[in-house]
């Protein structure tokens, strides 16, 4: 389950994603399988050659990639999500929903 973007946050991950860019969105986040992790960033293109190419510079497999709609996108959690965000100079989405962690 998602939660804390706002609708126009939303619109432009799709916008962004369909133009076949690079597009990061952070959430808060809840699923039981992963119970200490609060939020998630969804990292989306549709050229999925582009995207299984930017994944593999951060050690992402391309059957990691989720491809069971019009957006394709990695998960990014825990710490993987901080040192990619990290590594991207978008730390600050993370901040945004993290405020009292401390982020490695």
């Not at 825990?78 to 730390?91: A, D, N």
Request: proline share 2%; aromatic share 12%; with cysteine.
């Amino acid at each position: 389950m998602a939660f804390g973007i706002r609708r126009h946050e939303l619109a432009a991950w799709k916008e962004k994603v369909k133009r076949g860019e690079i597009a990061f969105l952070t959430h808060y986040w809840y699923d039981e399988r992963f119970p200490h992790c609060t939020t998630v960033t969804k990292v989306g293109c549709a050229d999925i050659d582009k995207l299984a190419a930017w994944g593999r510079q951060y050690g992402l497999k391309e059957e990691w990639m989720d491809r069971r709609n019009e957006f394709p996108h990695f998960d990014l959690l825990g710490e993987t999500q901080v040192r990619i965000l990290r590594q991207e100079g978008r730390l600050d989405e993370l901040e945004r929903f993290v405020k009292r962690r401390k982020m490695k």
